[in-house]
């Protein structure tokens, strides 16, 4: 090798050296070690860490189609009875030449053709349940949001009003209607538990059965609310709960008999010339609203879950403030064209409503295991309430108060009979009487329900609940001049069959029928005779449908 290759290589050699021994004291760089998702079976099955954290998380949802069908004949709208009165008869504009007594609904009819009988509805959820360990207890943050798709007359999943022939005129007539399918996203639930402390939107902590097994809804309480409440646990499965709760959830309808009746006159005692003015005023019909809320719902139950079942009892105290508002007033303010009195309410009423309940849940495999297998339950319930029909009037997530985004009467729940066949009756809260007096309404609601496993995989349940509402004798005898309201018995009874192939995956049917019976003809309704001149059907005291479902879910 030439000497001055050798050169060229020693140096080479001397410079690497040097870099090499360098390099061996550099630290060395390592990976981060890899963190996988750890299962957390610290609160039940399914919920995994969230990397990084020592909270634990639950990912779950479910997919629902159904098809249904029911029976559909015409419908008069829930608005004629005990509020927003209707156009008397007479020889002016909108009479009847008839001439008879009493009043005529200007509003309100739909015709049998105008509703289906036949719609489908799809129904996606999505839940995060995310809990983690702390001093004072678990802490767990809980959020399910539902999209529904509906076709039919659920309110929750069709027509924006929640009836079935609402979603505008039909062409240039204005008494056909067709539903309104929608799509729609709402927040079910979604709350904080820490310490005892449940803040946000829940279920009620007045519930017990909250349509456990039934789809079509049994009556009874069954509210998602906005509350603030505390649980006290003690040993053995027994809790309290005390609970301030959103009012607007359970507002039920205000009414009013007060269709022809100088009201301001007789308050506050006017005559001759004076009485005159009043009624040229503040006119001599008015129409019953609820006023804002001061106080939300207060609500407390006592609990007990054992092995048998369970028990709860719980009370609920609902503030009923209202007031009523002309609604045929002459007289113009400075504004033009504006009734004096339109804006400023003529009586107003401070009241409180309330409700109680009790409920019952039997394990029946732990009596008779002989006779009952693993999974058959039975539920009994009993629900009264004055002046807070928004405790016996079942789910208030239909929507039937007003559309989403916009229920003003949650407490409304399932509303009348499914599909509004016939003359639809209003729950009221309380009835404006020509005695300057929101009347308080009474009414109890009963449930029952059964589940029977014949198979593990083939169930079905058997269900059905009474609910009576009552009225005061002022309101029932129209005492006011304008349509009284009546009183109301509802039945409903129904039964389904569940497939379970697969563990979560539901195939079944359920067969329903609802039947609501008016106890009297309204004070102050035109007779048959002078409906029918107008083209309208005679008073039908007795309203049923029969609604049939078939329903595929996957829950996860």
Known sequence: MPKSNLFILAYVVAIACPIAADAEELPKRRAAPAEYVRVCDQYGAAFFYIPGSNTCLRLGGAAVGEWRSWSTSYRMSRSIIATDNPVAFGTGAGGNPLGLPGHVPNLGYSNARSGDNTGFVGIGRAELDARAPTDYGTMRAFVRLESYFGSDSSAATGSLSGGQYFGGANFANGTTFRTTARETTILNKA??????LTVGRVQSFFDFYTDNINWEALRGSNATVGALAYTYSFRDGVSLSFSLEDNVSRRGFIGSTIGSYNLIAAVYGLTGAAADFAA??????????????????????????????GAQISAAAHQLRSSIYTRNATVATPVTGVPLGTAIPAVSQEDYGYAAQLGL????????????????????????????????????????????????????GNGGVKASNGWEFTSFDCIWTAGAHCDKSTGWAALAAFKHYWTPTLSSGLYGSVLELYYSPSAIADFGGGVGAVNTTEYRIGSNLVWTPLKNFDLGGE??????????????????????SVGLPSWKGANATVEGRLRLQRSF
């Open 191 to 196: 709350f904080l538990q820490f310490g005892g």
């Open 280 to 309: 040229a005023a503040w006119g001599t019909r008015f129409s019953g609203v609820p006023d804002g809320v001061k106080i939300p719902d207060i609500v407390g139950a006592f609990r007990i879950d054992q092995p048998w079942g």
């Open 361 to 412: 849940q039997f394990n029946l495999d732990k009596f008779a295991p002989e006779f009952f297998p693993e999974g058959d339950k039975l539920w009994i319930q009993g629900t009264y309430a004055r002046g807070a029909v928004g405790y016996l009037m079942g789910n208030n997530l239909s929507f039937n108060g007003g559309p989403v985004n916009g229920n003003a009467f949650y407490g409304y």
């Open 511 to 532: 067969l329903m029928y609802l039947r609501d019976n008016h106890h009297s003809r309204p004070v102050g309704l035109a007779p048959d005779i002078a409906l029918w």
